[in-house]
């Protein structure tokens, strides 16, 4: 029995090395490290290990998802001043939705360090999408727990942040209403667009359009469709007067 016992334990203390060296990799050096572990503990190897005090990472999760939002929701806040609220709530979703979750927690090899059953092990739950987005979420509500927001902060201004300054969400952005209420709350003048190329195969056509605001063009976009064309121009058109506005 004693040898099962150090058999099912390995796994657990097998994961000091990696904890340490994942926490290097992102300098940030844990106070409560048990917190970390909780983070990366699935219910299903708690399951397991009965008679061990582990915990699993549901409750982290829980207030990691509600830290995200926050942390998110005031970052989008502060960047997107002229977007509506329906608007910002879309683009929320589309940063934290499993599928972004889960390519966050890939970038930082977080299934290597989960702590999982041998069953969940055995039917691939290391690359399970719903696991890994449930451990993105514990590890920030660990994170916060041990090292307050301003951390959360900074971690985010690594991981996160700069995928929605690069655009990597903006397939969700109405760039053209944006525009339109700039324009409108400035009272500049009138924007109009206009298609100044149409190229291709009937099945696979590319469209290139053009953004005025009183005749002077702002953006030139293109896109599969007009519609996503005159986003692109939208776009490029509201980095134009933004880049103005500064200036002035």
């Keep these: 029995m004693r040898k099962n016992g150090n058999e099912k334990d390995f796994n657990y203390r097998a994961k000091d090395k990696q904890f340490k060296e994942f926490q290097q990799e992102l300098n940030i050096i844990f106070d409560n490290e048990k ?25 982290l999760e829980f207030l990691g998802d509600a830290v995200l939002e926050l942390t998110i929701s ?9 977007m509506t609220e329906g608007e910002l709530t879309k683009l929320r979703a589309a940063i934290v939705c499993e599928p972004s979750l889960v390519a966050f927690a890939n970038e930082l090899g977080f299934g290597r360090l ?4 041998k069953g969940e092990e055995m039917t691939g739950g290391r690359e399970r999408p719903a696991l890994l987005a449930d451990v993105f979420e514990a590890f920030i509500g660990a994170l916060y727990l041990d ?4 951390m ?14 690069a655009g990597a969400f903006s ?54 469709s007009k519609k996503e064309a005159e986003q692109h121009a939208a776009q490029m058109a509201l980095g134009v007067l933004k880049n103005n506005q500064h200036r002035k």
């Design 35 to 59: 917190l970390l572990r909780q983070a990366f503990t699935h219910s299903s190897y708690v399951n397991e290990h009965r008679r061990k005090p582990f915990e699993d990472n549901e409750r």
């Design 74 to 82: 005031h970052f989008l806040f502060n960047k997107y001043p002229t």
């Design 114 to 117: 989960i702590l999982l059953g």
């Design 147 to 150: 090292k307050g927001m301003e």
């Design 152 to 165: 959360v902060i900074k971690f985010l201004e690594k991981v996160v942040f700069p995928k929605i300054n």
């Design 171 to 224: 397939h969700v952005m109405d760039f053209k209403s944006q525009l339109q209420e700039l324009v409108q709350r400035d009272g500049t003048g009138v924007i109009e667009y206009s298609v100044l190329q149409e190229k291709g195969p009937a099945h696979n056509k590319e469209f290139v359009s053009k953004v005025t605001l009183n005749g002077e063009e702002l953006g030139i976009g293109t896109g599969r």
